[in-house]
């Protein structure tokens, strides 16, 4: 067929669904530009033939400048950008420090665009290409302690959209995938809100029951449904922007759609109250 290959540069690739990503794309043929911080741990990524390990750090442009030119360099195109580096704080806002919180969205939303904005370039002068943004089912409703995360989700959503209207006549497509619960390391990345406040105890007893109602929920996805998705929106061709991952979040959204704001509030409140 003398298909040229396709090149996908995936960020976050150290563990859990960038590292199981990355390996997909491997044995499906492609191209595989796999970043992360500590590029020397991808021991299985590098034994790849048609795979790069690079570092890369989404909070410093010269790194991602470097990775991209070496992924230019090495394949020739970048087809398919896939933001996945990100990681959560948890906690009550309150008590989030200031670095906390600026890391939190230089992580997952500024380091998204700058990596976005590194291979717009020579995909625009190809006038084709993909990219793909990691959102979250509570990138759609937000959870208690969660306001960071939640919040940089929500940029990320209002960014996909804004893009996919200005690259759509470049022939760029912009899609967002949006996993619910999933099977991975990402709870133990979890960074936990520090400041210690003058009465801690106003928010104990919440913060604790919401935190025991969510152990009991159940991951819903594997890591391997992410993945086949994930894969499917670099390679269905289709116009589609959001990709939905997760039974329980389909459902919540139909809630979401049918209820007025404070409806849908109480009920999801109601969901923090009923822990022991």
């Not at 790849?48 to 020739?76: C, K, P, T, W, Y």
């Not at 959870?143 to 759509?168: D, N, V, W």
């Not at 509030?265 to 969901?271: N, T």
Request: net charge negative; hydrophobic share 40%; proline share 3%.
């Amino acid at each position: 067929m003398g298909m040229h290959k396709k090149t996908v540069l995936i960020t976050g690739c150290q563990t859990g669904i960038g590292r199981a990503t990355a390996l997909h794309f491997c044995e499906e043929g492609w191209n595989v530009v796999a970043t992360m911080l500590f590029p020397e741990v991808a021991q299985e990524l590098a034994e790849q033939e048609n795979a790069i390990a690079l570092q890369l750090d989404v909070e410093d442009s010269a790194s991602i400048d470097r990775a991209v030119e070496a992924s230019l360099n090495r394949f020739g195109t970048i087809d398919v950008l896939i933001n996945n580096a990100g990681f959560a704080v948890n906690g009550v806002f309150e008590a989030t420090t200031p670095q906390q919180i600026f890391k939190q969205f230089n992580v997952n939303v500024f380091g998204a665009m700058a990596v976005t904005r590194a291979v717009l370039p020579a995909m625009r002068s190809r006038r084709s290409g993909t990219i793909i943004n990691m959102s979250s089912s509570t990138g759609r409703y937000a959870l208690p302690l969660f306001s960071l995360y939640s919040s940089t989700k929500f940029a990320i959503e209002g960014f996909s959209e804004s893009l996919f209207y200005e690259l759509a006549p470049l022939g760029v497509a912009v899609k967002i995938v949006e996993p619910d619960k999933v099977v991975t390391d990402f709870g133990r990345n979890m960074q936990d809100a520090k400041l210690e406040l003058s009465n801690p105890n106003d928010y104990l007893d919440y913060s604790q029951r919401v935190r025991e109602v969510m152990s009991e929920w159940k991951d819903t996805e594997t890591l391997e449904s992410v993945v086949s998705v994930l894969y499917g929106a670099a390679s269905d061709g289709r116009r589609q922007f959001r990709y939905m991952i997760g039974r329980d979040f389909h459902q919540m959204l139909q809630l979401r759609s049918t209820m007025t704001d404070e409806q849908f509030m109480d009920y999801m409140a109601q969901q923090f109250l009923n822990a022991n």
